[in-house]
């Protein structure tokens, strides 16, 4: 700086007031030495600017620390500013004055003198700490380096400013001047102008300079990167066009003409029906038309993918064979013979079909719009681990057929069976034809698994889109949303498989065949697994069949005291862990052929999980054993019955349903209106409350087949006779007493054979449902069939012989109190 100017500075700092005007800034910092524009446009601002206007022009500018505030007050703006001078005012036309200022010198405000008309404060010079030395001096030069480089990187700044950049020797003059120029945010601004030190201001400039450098830098590397991309790909139209000019005086093809020709050829020898024929030439004829950089050109050439893969009329031909089918479902699966003779019958009528040509006649009636339902659509319904999934696949390999499955369980979007329309970005066909793709027929077996478990919400009701798979009326004519065409699905083996029937749709159920797969016996299981499991383990853990050997009486144990299941996979697993603990004797060269014994599963498996009998021997009055259903099989379930002294109320516990607590109310209405024929005094019921509970208290429960259970514990508990421990009965009772049927009857009397009971009482209406029970659990139970519930009652309570005088004595306490 020349010496003129710094004594024009230092006159007009001696000319500062100590008491000055403050204009709070909007957005931005003013710096000493800098000259800036300003817009006023708020009336105490305004007010400002006229009044100094009169003086002496001399203001202090401070910046907002909120910008968002029209008119802040002390502590709403930073008390560090620049002292400037008003050099030139002019107002516009909508009242507005547009300022010219000149900063001076760096101020602290000392304190607050006024807040109106406008902000006043006594204030104190403060310029930046300079000293001259070698350090100042570097970081000057490094400064005035740092900015050069910013400049000639950014578009926004003049390239003149470079040389002015180097005519600038005053190091406080060169920071005020950087700072000023290169569009700081009020935050670093401030921090630039509370900096006591030259020094310190210009580390900060320069840190700040080097960042935007680099970012600059970063931005002009991208600009040119993506220019070089526009003038390739216009290098590669103009080529493009040349090759396609070429290629046209030549006669030869280009690339969407030769693709679009290889799709005719595939077109011309596909074997598909009329319909899709027509539609995919309608697709292939846009095709052709388009360009290869068009959006639906990829969404086209998709759909002839799908169309031309389909197996239209690709089919497996059936093993004709009804002796072979029957040994290879008794090779993979023992008993369920039900299910077995309904996939030999539906192979003998197949087998008919094609040679008195009714296939023919089929299609015929097809044409005329009456289609015939030959197709089978079973549904395997039973607890997890009865063998539902695996026997699709030994179906399969009985009929010749390819096996595919889909999973049922969570579905809740519709167009997971029937595809989205192709309007859809990404759109794809239903799971039920990408199944049939992959199977590379179009007769497969199909398993639908845990078609009980299917939701819906907001995007469709998947189960609704079923109805048209599973119906042999109408699976001839599938139309998925994507491909737009009949599809037939007439000859597809549909097997479903489901826990719960309850919760499955009436409409779908109607279309099934269900096929009730209940739990296995004991005696079934150990033959299950010595025919499959123990085989399948072995292999599964490295092991030969010499190495390991399993006893029936070992498996009985695993069946008895580590399972308590309907069906084996909890056996299956325990017979896995007995494997690998046996490969772990082998590999220790403790032993090259282990016998599994009781003793042996003792050993490996520790405690027992389970009592192979009813745990436990009932002596007390008021407790009955039932037998329930539940997603796992047959189960027993105890109904608990107490009383106590009180006014006759009935309290029920145990998460029970409305149907089973209507049930508890009909039983305690049944023994109260009895109560002289069962020898009670109708007394007691007035000052007696009786609390039922049904264990476990977690696990809801309902229905009403647990009556005659709820009955049996009410009329112990008040007769003070005890019900036989080794009964298991379940029944539907009214109010007159008789006992209604019930369903589940051979899981709830498997149940309570597993349980070690000896007897079951049924409701006599339920004997049609003794035929599907093993033959070795009817002649090891003893059947109870109940009309009234004053039969089961003559059934089930002890004699009074047997009665244990103590529970009696007990009893009687309580009531009495």
Same mark, same amino acid.
């Given at each position: ?25 909007? $957005? ?17 601002? /305004? ?102 480089? /910013? ?44 900096? $006591? ?245 179009? #007769? ?9 478990? /299917? ?19 109408? #699976? ?22 489901? $826990? ?207 009556? /005659? ?56 209406? $339920? ?51």
């Amino acid at each position: 700086m020349h010496t003129t100017e710094q004594e024009e500075k230092t006159q007009k700092m001696a000319n500062i007031p100590e008491e000055l005007p403050i204009l709070p800034l909007r $957005n931005t910092v003013a710096f000493p030495y800098s000259v800036m524009p300003l817009a006023v446009g708020i009336p105490r601002s /305004v007010a400002l600017v006229e009044e100094a206007m009169k003086g002496d022009r001399i203001i202090g500018l401070v910046s907002m620390k909120d910008p968002s505030i029209e008119t802040p007050r002390p502590g709403q703006v930073h008390e560090v500013g620049t002292v400037a001078k008003i050099e030139r005012v002019m107002r516009t036309s909508d009242n507005t004055l547009q300022v010219i200022i000149q900063g001076l010198e760096r101020f602290r405000v000392d304190h607050w003198i006024d807040e109106s008309p406008y902000l006043k404060a006594r204030i104190s010079i403060s310029p930046a700490t300079m000293e001259q030395d070698l350090e100042t001096d570097a970081l000057a030069r490094s400064l005035r380096e740092v900015a050069q480089e /910013v400049v000639t990187l950014s578009p926004n700044l003049p390239k003149e400013a470079i040389e002015y950049l180097n005519q600038v020797e005053d190091p406080r003059y060169l920071v005020y001047l950087v700072a000023g120029s290169i569009g700081l945010d009020v935050a670093k601004g401030q921090e630039i102008i509370e900096a $006591n030190t030259v020094k310190e201001k210009i580390r900060i400039l320069i840190a700040h300079l080097s960042r935007e450098k680099e970012l600059l830098t970063l931005g002009k590397k991208i600009q040119t990167e993506a220019k070089g991309e526009m003038d390739k790909a216009q290098r590669e139209y103009f080529l493009r066009q040349q090759l396609k000019a070429i290629q046209k005086e030549l006669g030869e093809t280009d690339e969407n003409q030769s693709e679009a020709e290889e799709y005719t050829e595939k077109l011309d020898e596909a074997d598909i029906p009329d319909e899709v024929r027509k539609e995919a030439e309608r697709e292939l004829k846009r095709f052709k038309g388009m360009s290869p950089h068009s959006p639906e050109y990829s969404v086209i050439k998709t759909y002839l993918d799908w169309i031309l893969e389909l197996p239209w009329k690709n089919s497996s031909e059936d093993k004709a064979d009804i002796d072979n089918a029957r040994q290879v479902l008794d090779e993979d699966h023992y008993d369920l013979n039900e299910v077995k003779e309904r996939i030999i019958e539906y192979l003998a009528v197949r087998m008919l079909a094609k040679e008195r040509n009714i296939e023919a006649e089929k299609d015929q009636d097809r044409k005329k719009g009456m289609p015939e339902a030959m197709g089978a659509i079973l549904c395997f319904a039973g607890p997890p681990g009865v063998g539902k999934t695996s026997l699709g696949q030994s179906i399969a390999r009985a009929l010749g057929r390819e096996f595919t499955r889909m999973s049922l369980g969570g579905m809740r979007d519709e167009a997971e069976i029937r595809g989205h329309r192709r309007t859809y970005i990404g759109a794809m066909p239903g799971r039920i034809i990408q199944a049939i793709k992959r199977a590379g027929t179009r #007769n497969p077996v199909f398993m639908l698994d845990e078609v009980d478990k /299917v939701g819906n919400d907001w995007r469709g009701d998947p189960s609704s889109a079923l109805l048209e798979v599973l119906d042999p009326a109408q #699976n001839h004519a599938f139309r998925d949303h994507y491909l737009d065409v009949d599809f037939d699905l007439s000859d597809v083996i549909f097997i479903t498989t489901a $826990n719960m029937l309850e919760t499955i749709p009436a409409p779908l159920r109607d279309r099934m065949e269900i096929i009730q797969l209940d739990g296995y016996t004991e005696y079934e299981k150990v033959q299950i697994a010595q025919r499959h499991l123990v085989e399948r383990q072995i292999r599964a853990n490295g092991l030969r069949e010499d190495e390991i050997r399993f006893t029936d009486e070992a498996l009985r144990k695993l069946v008895q005291d580590y399972t308590r299941e309907a069906g084996v996979r909890n056996l299956e697993r325990q017979i896995g862990a007995v494997c690998r603990k046996s490969a772990v004797r082998i590999v220790g060269k403790k032993s090259t052929e282990v016998e599994i014994t009781p003793e042996l599963v003792r050993t490996y498996l520790k405690k027992e999980k389970f009592e192979s009998e009813l745990s436990e021997n009932i002596e007390i009055p008021g407790i009955a054993t039932g037998l329930a259903v539940t997603a796992t099989g047959g189960d027993i379930l105890f109904i608990e019955a107490t009383r106590m002294k009180g006014k006759g109320g009935l309290t029920l516990t145990g998460q029970l349903g409305d149907v089973m607590r209507e049930s508890a109310q009909i039983a305690h209405s049944y023994v109260r209106s009895k109560a002289l024929e069962l020898q009670v005094d109708p007394d007691q019921f007035e000052k007696t409350d009786v609390h039922l509970h049904v264990p476990a208290g977690a696990i809801p429960k309902d229905g009403p087949s647990a009556g /005659v259970a709820m009955v049996m514990a009410m009329a112990s508990l008040f007769s003070a006779q005890p019900v036989r421990g080794d009964v298991g009965m379940t029944g539907e009772v009214t109010l007159r007493g008789r006992v209604l049927p019930v369903g589940g009857i051979k899981m709830k009397v498997l149940a309570a054979h597993r349980a070690g009971m000896t007897s079951v009482i049924l409701p006599h209406r $339920n004997e049609k449902d003794l035929e599907d029970l093993p033959d070795e659990v009817r002649e090891a139970m003893n059947i109870i069939l109940v009309d009234r519930i004053d039969e089961a009652l003559d059934a089930a309570i002890k004699p009074e012989g047997e009665t244990d005088a103590s529970a009696e004595t007990e009893m009687e306490q309580v009531v009495n109190g």
